[in-house]
């Protein structure tokens, strides 16, 4: 079975400082990992995947994150913040080759000025 | 650029009432699904489909039913609306084989059941 937990329901941070939002997940496969963000009253917008080849991946707007096979962890990360950042941040686990995704409860990031 | 539209953005609705919401895609996926996203338990999965006419349920498809008679569009249909069925309802589409499986989404209907 497969499982993902999202360390953290809601992140505070200030323009220009670093992002970090928590994920960690668990897959009897070899797993697809992904992130994906939600603007307020808009779908679903895939950030980045990883599917076995780079371990860093990296992602639009800046994003990016790590697979850490050793910590079952693919945190989500980006230097600077800036205002349009504030949505809420969905991680997400597939077995490679099947179909079906798995998603975390979601992350909501607050940018302040 | 793939894209997957849906009917309403908004759509409000009485219990009883047997509610459609249809989904739509322009890139020949195979796969096709319907989530319902809420408030702190993330998307869950109802229903997807792998091809024409072809379904299997989900995680949560109690109080739920879906039809898809062309490869571009899936309808997920409420056979009789309940108030706890008030939720955020997504769409999306895949391609099989595609590489890592991902999965494109539609902007969402959020449904009201009065």
């Known amino acids: 079975a497969q499982s993902v937990t999202q360390l953290d329901s809601h992140v505070s941070v200030s323009e220009g400082t670093p992002v970090l939002l928590r994920c960690n997940y668990s897959?009897?496969?070899?797993?697809?990992l992904f992130w994906y963000v939600q603007h307020p009253n808009k779908g679903l917008q895939l950030l980045l995947k990883y599917t076995s080849a780079a371990t860093l991946v990296k992602g639009i707007n800046g994003f990016e994150a790590e697979f850490k096979k050793s910590e079952t962890s693919f945190h989500l990360t980006k230097p600077s913040a800036h205002m349009s950042d504030a949505a809420e941040y969905f991680c997400v686990v597939s077995n490679t080759g099947f179909q079906k995704l798995v998603f975390g409860t979601g992350t909501r990031l607050l940018v302040s000025p | 650029d793939v894209k997957v539209t849906q009917s309403s953005r908004y759509l409000v609705k009485r219990t009883g009432e047997k509610v459609f919401l249809e989904c739509v895609q322009d890139m020949d996926h195979e796969n096709m699904f319907w989530y319902r996203q809420d408030p702190g338990l993330g998307l869950r999965l109802i229903y997807f489909?792998?091809?024409?006419?072809?379904?299997e349920k989900g995680d949560i498809p109690e109080g739920y039913s879906v039809s898809r008679e062309k490869k571009e569009r899936f309808s997920l249909i409420l056979e009789s609306a309940s108030t706890n069925q008030t939720s955020m309802y997504l769409c999306?589409?895949?391609?099989?084989?595609?590489?890592?499986?991902?999965?494109?989404f539609g902007p969402g209907t959020r449904l009201t059941v009065l």
């Open positions: 489909s792998y091809d024409v006419k072809m379904k």
């Open positions: 999306a589409s895949s391609l099989t084989g595609g590489v890592g499986n991902t999965q494109y």
């Open positions: 897959s009897s496969y070899s797993p697809s």
